[in-house]
């Protein structure tokens, strides 16, 4: 059976979570990188503890939250315009550059993201890069729960309307290949940085260094 729908996480996967950092540096000089790396590492975290209480809050307060902190933690000043214009630039993340390019090299394939993040912080970024016409959406804000819940991609997998081995999962983040691998999807993990897959007794598929070369059945 060969794969019908390719599903891609959204950020870290497809776009660069860290094109952040230069609009960072031109409020915080020099601190661009390690308020970035401090704002996606609470940001991943906070939104796994929300899941793990039962404590469901969208994507983009606790992208907020985790902003909020990663600047205290680096003992910045800061007011509520800078922190909404930090904000802003979630909308403006930066396609990595394969990305633009996936819909003319997969043309029977379905093509869709599914996302932690909110509609309202996702449709804009699609809006921005010109990626509207390119992937259809799928946000864990409709159902409430969080990947790497299996209820997250069971929510996606009726979306999709495809079985479960008809579809293959991309994600750069292991926590979420982890989860779509034991949910039952093929998975396919974007290794940008030659990682070394963490031990967690599950393992995805395929490992690719980026998305030029997808691989088919």
């Known amino acids: 059976m060969s794969y019908q729908a390719y599903v891609f996480d959204a950020y870290g996967t497809l776009f660069d979570v ?22 996606r590492q609470r940001q991943v975290h906070y939104f796994m503890i929300r899941q793990l209480i039962q404590g469901y809050q969208p994507f983009d307060t606790v ?20 922190v909404q214009k930090l904000m802003d630039q979630y909308q403006h993340l930066q396609p990595y550059s394969e990305v633009s390019h996936l ?14 993040g909110t509609r309202s912080m996702l449709q804009p970024l699609l809006e921005n890069n010109q990626l509207t016409n390119t992937f259809s959406l799928i946000s864990a804000d409709d159902t409430k729960v969080y990947k790497p819940h299996p209820e997250a991609y069971q929510f996606a997998q009726s979306k999709l309307n495809q079985q479960k081995e008809e579809i293959l999962f991309f994600s750069s983040n292991p926590w979420d290949i982890a989860g779509a691998t034991h949910y039952g999807f ?4 974007v290794n940008r940085n030659g990682a ?9 598929n395929h490992i690719l260094t980026d998305l030029q ?3 088919n059945k």
Not at 186 to 189: D, E, K, N, V
């Open 213 to 215: 070369e997808i691989p």
């Open 103 to 116: 819909a003319e090299k997969n043309p029977d394939k379905q093509l869709t993201i599914f996302s932690n």
């Open 18 to 39: 860290h094109s952040v950092k230069d609009t960072i540096h031109g409020h915080y000089p020099e601190k661009g990188p390690s308020i970035s790396e401090e704002w």
């Open 186 to 189: 093929h998975t396919a993990w």
């Open 196 to 204: 070394k897959w963490p031990e967690l007794g599950l393992k995805p």
């Open 63 to 82: 992208t907020k939250w985790a902003l909020v902190d990663a600047l205290a933690m680096n003992d910045v000043k800061y007011n509520d315009e800078t």
